[in-house]
């Protein structure tokens, strides 16, 4: 069975960081892109970043280039975000998912519909 777990959001204030999680299992890991998403009440869900388990290459969208940053351990079929100098406009609920490597070909517009598996989101909060 396919899994993605997120972890790590919360609340903090504009600024400030966080480091999400996200734990795969029930594929192999290496073969596939990883990407995060974001979801804001009334608003679209957007691609944020997108990792390349095969050879590490990273993607970002405009919006969160230079403060976000998505690394893997591959070890441990985890990828993590790094989000740094957060805004309040961050807020949203943020879910990672699991699509062939090939998605990483796609503008961050379209990587959600590369995606063939989702976790459940986590949510993260930025007070003003």
């Known amino acids: 069975e396919v899994q993605l777990v997120e972890s790590g959001g919360g609340l903090v204030q504009a600024g400030g960081s966080l480091r999400l999680s996200c734990v795969a299992s029930g594929f192999t890991f290496d073969d596939y892109a990883i990407g995060w998403f974001r979801q804001a009440p009334g608003k679209e869900r957007e691609g944020v970043s997108l990792i390349s388990n095969s050879d590490g290459s990273s993607y970002y969208a405009d919006s969160v280039k230079d403060r976000f940053t998505v690394y893997s351990d591959n070890a441990k079929n985890t990828v993590y975000l790094q989000l740094n100098s957060l805004k309040p406009e961050d807020t949203a609920v943020y879910y990672c998912?699991?699509?062939?490597?090939?998605?990483?070909?796609?503008?961050?517009?379209?990587?959600?519909?590369?995606?063939?598996?989702w976790g459940q989101g986590t949510q993260v909060t930025v007070s003003s």
């Open positions: 998912a699991a699509g062939p490597a090939a998605v990483v070909a796609a503008t961050p517009k379209y990587w959600n519909l590369g995606m063939l598996h």
